[in-house]
């Protein structure tokens, strides 16, 4: 992890590390294609790194390219579930 902010901030150290294909940012960075996860607590790919992580209700995760190489991820997470729709993937 290069950069982060928001409430779960203080939980992840400097250089942050998982494994590409784990969890749900890894699996968007291995496949290259987005994750919706409006009810997160029931996807099977979710990983919590952290207790606090938890109350996690919805998590859109999104590759970041430059062409076809994925470079990273935007993960964003919220406490309501079904929150995210079509608009807020387009929007990142």
Known sequence: ????SGAYEPYFSTGYKQPWGTGIVGTVVETGQPIVANLAE????????????????AELCVPIKIGTDV??????QTLEQNIFDESDLSSL
């Open 71 to 76: 470079i990273g991820a935007l993960d964003v």
């Open 1 to 4: 992890m290069h950069a982060q």
């Open 42 to 57: 029931e996807d099977p790919r979710r990983l919590l790194a952290f207790p606090e992580e938890a109350s996690t209700g």
